[in-house]
T-cell receptor, first 116, second 114 residues
């Protein structure tokens, strides 16, 4: 079964500093990978996704992520963090369901705090 | 374009009460699912549906019931609420791998069971 590990529960960065959130996955085949962001009291918004092709994927809000098969990783990066980036970030790997549907297996999330 | 709509956004129940969380999507997606989110545990799959009339259990199905009579709607029923069901519930829909597997989420329903 697939699984996702986000080793950092909390991260604090200063506004304008660079950011890297770590994600490691376990999956038997080529994974479909996702990063979602959740602001307080809100639903989940897709930041970016990887399913094939270029291993460096660009997302919304200036985020990018790099798929490294050899390390089973899909780390999220941003060169310069803004105060509005403070939120919880979830990495997820897709799995297939009986009947043809798909589900996401999520990591436990990384809470990002941005210091002004 | 509404996407995935969940109601209610907030609900307080007493132990033993029943209720239904509503979910509707307007994207004509085949696949719908319910997740619960608990602190430090990410989101876990409760039940899912691969089409009208077809449902199945996810990782944490106990205490919940679902049905899918139409493509658009996928309600989640709590038959006899327990404090362990205090959580935030998210409904999601997907077109499956025809759309690169992306799940579209509702804004969540926060449930407290006293």
């Amino acid at each position: 079964a697939q699984s996702v590990t986000q080793p950092d529960i909390h991260i604090t960065v200063s506004e304008g500093a660079s950011l890297e959130l770590r994600c490691n996955y376990s999956y038997g085949a080529t994974p479909y990978l996702f990063w979602y962001v959740q602001s307080p009291g809100q639903g989940l918004q897709l930041l970016l996704k990887y399913f094939s092709g270029d291993t460096l994927v660009q997302g919304i809000k200036g985020f990018e992520a790099e798929f490294k098969r050899s390390q089973s990783s899909f780390n999220l990066r941003k060169p310069s963090v803004h105060w509005s980036d403070a939120a919880e970030y979830f990495c997820a790997v897709e799995g297939l369901l009986t009947g043809g549907g798909n589900k996401l297996t999520f990591g436990t999330g990384t809470q990002l705090k941005v210091e002004l | 374009n509404a996407g995935v709509t969940q109601t209610p956004k907030f609900q307080v129940l007493k132990t033993g009460q029943s209720m239904t969380l509503q979910c509707a999507q307007d994207m004509n997606h085949e696949y719908m699912s319910w997740y619960r989110q608990d602190p430090g545990m990410g989101l876990r799959l409760i039940h899912y549906s691969v089409g009208a009339g077809i449902t199945d259990q996810g990782e944490v199905p106990n205490g919940y019931n679902v049905s899918r009579s139409t493509t658009e709607d996928f309600p989640l029923r709590l038959l006899s609420a327990a404090p362990s069901q205090t959580s935030v519930y998210f409904c999601a829909s997907s077109a499956g791998r025809r759309n690169t597997g992306e799940l579209f989420f509702g804004e969540g329903s926060r449930l407290t069971v006293l």
